[in-house]
T-cell receptor, first 112, second 112 residues
Framework: DGGITQSPKYLFRKEGQNVTLSCEQNLNHDAMYWYRQDPGQGLRLIYYSQIVNDFQKGDIAEGYSVSREKKESFPLTVTSAQKNPTAFYLC???????????FGPGTRLTVL | QQQVKQSPQSLIVQKGGISIINCAYENTAFDYFPWYQQFPGKGPALLIAIRPDVSEKKEGRFTISFNKSAKQFSLHIMDSQPGDSATYFCAARPPGTYKYIFGTGTRLKVLA
């Protein structure tokens, strides 16, 4: 069953804590992405990675960090430096001539 | 120049009617234009996509119309059904990049 999995589905964090969101794909896609979605808003790119051991900042990278040690995995850490981390986080992977992106089910992070 | 402007923000359509969502862009170099469908609490799903050398693409009840001279593209949902009620995002790809520029989304509600 190919696809993208994100865990956990819901995550609660206290202020000042770092938290890591998991993203795994078995589509054998080279590129992976993290987006943030706020209520009623579009998708904002946090980080993306074109290949293993390489990644680039997106439009809103401050307060976030990533790693890409394996092709199938692209975890996102939301650090305490992120001032407003409560949001819906979406992971995606992409492949092909136009790098069509396919999204995971999302993780909803709430800071208490 | 890297923006994609999507309208309307929300749309209410009667069952069986036609839903039309529009997107406009400035960068004539964009080379791929997908549409995504997102249900509440889920990740976006790729619905249909078009290249700029094609004026129209149809998949079932979903059609993309592309007007290169006007720098606009539209999603038409024929015979709209209550199950089509979702948020729709358009996107555009700058050439040679791994990133997409997303519209802000249209919340569609189809009344039974």
């Amino acid at each position: 069953d190919g696809g993208i999995t994100q865990s956990p589905k819901y995550l609660f964090r206290k202020e000042g804590q770092n938290v890591t969101l998991s993203c795994e794909q078995n589509l054998n896609h080279d590129a992976m992405y993290w987006y943030r979605q706020d209520p009623g808003q579009g998708l904002r790119l946090i980080y993306y990675s074109q290949i293993v051991n390489d990644f680039q900042k997106g439009d809103i990278a401050e307060g976030y960090s990533v790693s890409r040690e394996k092709k199938e995995s692209f975890p996102l850490t939301v650090t305490s430096a992120q001032k407003n981390p409560t949001a819906f986080y979406l992971c995606a992977s992409g492949q092909g001539a136009y790098n069509e992106q396919f999204f995971g089910p999302g993780t909803r992070l709430t800071v208490l | 120049q890297q923006q994609v402007k999507q309208s309307p923000q929300s749309l209410i359509v009667q069952k069986g009617g036609i839903s039309i969502i529009n997107c406009a862009y400035e960068n004539t170099a964009f080379d791929y234009f997908p549409w995504y469908q997102q249900f509440p609490g889920k990740g976006p799903a790729l619905l249909i996509a078009i290249r700029p050398d094609v004026s129209e693409k149809k998949e079932g009840r979903f059609t993309i119309s592309f007007n290169k001279s006007a720098k606009q593209f539209s999603l038409h949902i024929m015979d709209s059904q209550p199950g089509d009620s979702a948020t729709y995002f358009c996107a555009a790809r700058p050439p040679g990049t791994y990133k997409y520029i997303f519209g802000t989304g249209t919340r569609l509600k189809v009344l039974a």
